[in-house]
């Protein structure tokens, strides 16, 4: 079993509908999670993160973590075509940030 | 704040052949990753430093890749003799702390291909 896994998609949507971006990991002591965006031939940017149960808000972006179920989520509302990238989901396990292998998204007008 | 600087932005070699890369992390940031991204797959880490130590170098391939970063500040990672498989992005992170809830700050990495 992989430590990080996501659909490597892609993921099409609508402009102005809500992305929903999924990832699950298989280490119950990971303490933080995160979530970057990396464009064709770019480096990662880091969008969210989150530590907490439950939901955490920044502008367009929700990330949502449920511990029990190993689960993180990233929720994009509104979305552009500018949003259309390869999003990574990253847990932290023992001080190291391990990688899924990414979600490519497409948002189409 | 200068963000983390890597060099070359790309390099082309032979398989058999050696190459070096450069990274400057982030005034400041004590941690520094190399990680290697193959294309299409997620970053893997292949060493992290805290200050001039070697913390994690569990995924390195030693027979072939060394890394080093002597002063604690910039590093360069090595790969001798290189091979077709190693043909990826290279990226370099730094952190303020090891396990930093900010999560890690990439440079714009090197992107070498073996032929």
């Known amino acids: 079993q992989k430590e990080v896994e996501q659909n490597s998609g892609p993921l099409s949507v609508p402009e102005g509908a809500i992305a929903s971006l999924n990832c699950t990991y298989s280490?119950?002591?990971?303490?933080?999670f995160f979530w970057y965006r990396q464009y064709s031939g770019k480096s990662p940017e880091l969008i969210m993160f989150?530590?907490?149960?439950g939901d955490k808000e920044d502008g367009r972006f929700t990330a949502q973590l449920n511990k029990a179920s190993q689960y993180v989520s990233l929720l994009i509302r509104d979305s552009q075509p500018s949003d259309s990238a390869t999003y990574l989901c990253a847990v932290h396990n023992t001080d190291k940030l391990i990688f899924g292998t990414g979600t490519r998204l497409q948002v189409f007008p | 704040e200068a963000g983390v600087a890597q060099s070359p932005r790309y390099k082309i070699i032979e398989k058999r052949q050696s190459v070096a890369f450069w990274c400057n992390p982030i005034?400041?940031?004590?941690?520094l990753y190399w990680y290697q991204q193959i294309l299409g797959q997620g970053p893997k880490l292949l060493i992290q430093f805290q200050n001039n130590g070697v913390v994690d170098d569990s995924q390195l391939p030693k027979d072939r890749f060394s890394a080093e970063r002597l002063k604690g500040v910039d590093s360069t990672l090595k790969i001798q003799p290189a091979k077709l498989e190693d043909s990826a992005v290279y990226l370099c992170a730094s952190s303020l702390v090891p396990g930093s809830i900010y999560g890690y700050t990439f440079g714009s990495g090197t992107r070498l291909t073996v032929v």
């Open positions: 005034s400041g940031h004590a941690t």
């Open positions: 280490d119950r002591g990971s303490q933080s």
């Open positions: 989150i530590y907490s149960n």
